[in-house]
């Protein structure tokens, strides 16, 4: 597996620019996701990696060497779709080694590469069967047999979870994870599904508008976003906003004060240490283990969440508390989070 490094990349469909100058070194063997809304520009800059859409500006380096110019075949890059893209009319067996017998390798090699990815996946039982034999995730198994099969310089994912169902997504987020670790591969993934990056990723590439955000841990994207935009699409539900005068500090109106919901509490009677919002408690929404809680803070709608909502009534006055230190604060006009002194 390769390293890859991104200098200046630019990219752009007719005059409008949907990458701009992005800079990212990732690791032999990093697992990274890219990680942003529809449209910001994360499956183009796959696409750029593998070599199937060219860019105006900067370059792509495996290892240290120069890949810009290079075609998708010759940058030795697997690709995995969220549609598997398999081919319908052959055997699981003949889909996994079809990039093989593109490389022209010989029978014996073809055989004993099939046989490890299989067994590597668990398809053994299925190799004799066509796709439209297989489930979603047995499918999508497969896609990623027809990965690896071949030793790729990296593993390039575009939301390949997708189109599974729930708990199967979770199982193959766990599988996908196993099989980066095993192989040690370096693995490009692009999802917005926050969750997704977070559980996955050794870091997290946060894009939007064509730039990157943050590049950081799943951990310090949560806990010390770079500015609001990464707070706002880190974490559910979304971290509160506030003018910080709301939470008792004086500086004009030039600080954002951000609280994660997860942080805010009921005070104990008579208790309200730290932060303090107090207002007329407008919904309790139950999400199983926690319960989420709408206050109305002045004008501003504050979520907070509890464990036991017995002796709570919407309607009734209520204080939400927060330990300063979880809180994030942000500059109000650029949106970067202010680093604490
Ligand atoms: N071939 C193309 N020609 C013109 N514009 C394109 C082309 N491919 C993508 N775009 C535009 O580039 C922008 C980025 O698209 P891209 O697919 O990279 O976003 P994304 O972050 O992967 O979104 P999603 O999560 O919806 O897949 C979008 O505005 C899209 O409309």
């Known amino acids: ?50 070599g199937l859409e060219d860019i105006n500006t900067g370059t792509i380096a495996f290892d240290g060497q120069d890949m810009t110019e290079l075609s998708p075949r010759e940058r030795n890059i697997a690709l995995v779709f969220q549609d598997y893209a398999l081919y319908p009319h052959m055997a699981v067996r003949d889909n996994i080694a079809f990039p093989l017998r593109q490389q022209k390798v010989t029978p014996d090699l073809i055989r004993r590469q099939v046989d490890w990815a299989a067994e590597t996946l668990g398809l053994e039982a299925l190799l004799d069967r066509l796709p439209n034999e297989l489930s979603g995730g047995q499918r999508q198994r497969v896609a990623v047999g027809r990965a690896i099969v071949r030793n790729p310089a990296a593993l390039l994912m575009d939301e390949p979870l997708s189109n599974l169902d729930a708990s199967l997504r979770v199982r193959m987020r766990s599988e996908i994870r196993r099989l980066q670790r095993e192989l040690k591969m370096t693995v490009i993934f692009v999802t917005h599904d926050q969750e997704e990056a977070l559980v996955l990723s050794d870091r997290i590439a946060v894009m939007k508008d064509g730039v990157i955000q943050q590049v950081a841990s799943p951990m310090t994207v949560y806990k010390e976003p770079a500015n609001q935009f990464v707070a706002s699409f880190i974490g559910s539900p979304q971290m509160n906003f506030l003018p910080s005068a709301l939470a008792g500090r004086n500086d004009n109106g030039g600080t954002i004060i951000g609280i994660r919901p997860h942080d805010l509490s009921p005070a104990a009677a008579g208790r309200a240490d730290g932060i303090s919002l107090t207002g007329e408690l407008a919904f309790v929404e139950s999400a199983g283990p926690i319960h989420f809680l709408e206050v109305m803070v002045g004008d501003h709608m504050v979520k907070g969440a509890c464990a036991d909502p017995s002796g709570l009534t919407p309607g009734a006055q209520l204080t939400l508390t927060a330990d300063p230190r979880s809180a994030c604060f942000f500059d109000a006009q650029s949106g970067n989070r202010i680093k604490p002194q």
């Open 1 to 50: 597996m390769a390293s890859i490094t991104l200098s200046g990349i630019g990219k752009s469909y007719g005059k409008v620019d949907i990458l701009k100058q992005l800079d990212l070194s990732i690791a032999d063997g990093e697992f990274i996701s890219f990680l942003g809304p529809s449209g910001c520009g994360k499956s183009t800059l796959l696409y750029c990696i593998s």
